[in-house]
């Protein structure tokens, strides 16, 4: 009897405390894409290209928001330099060694970059994967708002 008694608090608790535990694993892999997310956004900033190559994989696509599919090419030259990045993940989805993080960013190009000195408010998307151990930013789509220009 006492066995069966031990089975059933084990089938019922077991499950619990895993639940419970990749909860909070999940949680704290949230946060640690949230950093690694704001400090990519940190380094495009300040044209860090050794802070962002540790943080891009070698493979790195971007849909930019000049309506290019590149590899950073405009960040990479300086075609493309900010006096304020501000970037706000509103969303991080998890999937395994994939995560997605969706929000809004708030840039003002500078020097030569196209509209600079001009607030831009863009929605962005950050596609994060697991690469040999740490993570890494393989992909990412940025647009721009359009202003609501009354109908």
């Known amino acids: 009897m006492r066995l069966i008694l031990l089975a059933v608090v084990l089938t019922v608790l077991v499950p619990g405390l895993v639940s419970a535990q990749s909860v909070k694993q999940k949680a704290a892999l949230e946060q640690e894409i949230r950093r690694l997310d704001l400090a990519h956004a940190d380094a495009v900033l300040r044209g860090d290209l050794a802070a962002m190559d540790k943080l891009w994989t070698k493979d790195f696509k971007v849909n930019n928001p000049f309506n290019e599919i ?82």
Request: overall charge positive.
């Open 70 to 151: 590149d590899k950073a090419d405009r960040i990479r030259t300086g075609a493309v330099t900010y006096s304020s990045f501000i970037r706000e993940p509103e969303s991080v989805l998890i999937h395994g060694d994939t995560v997605i993080v969706m929000g809004r960013e708030i840039v003002v190009p500078k020097g030569d970059s196209p509209d600079a000195g001009k607030t831009i408010n863009r929605r962005y998307t950050n596609i994060w994967m697991k690469r040999d151990g740490k993570w890494r930013l393989v992909a990412r789509h940025a647009s721009v708002i359009c202003q609501n220009r009354g109908s």
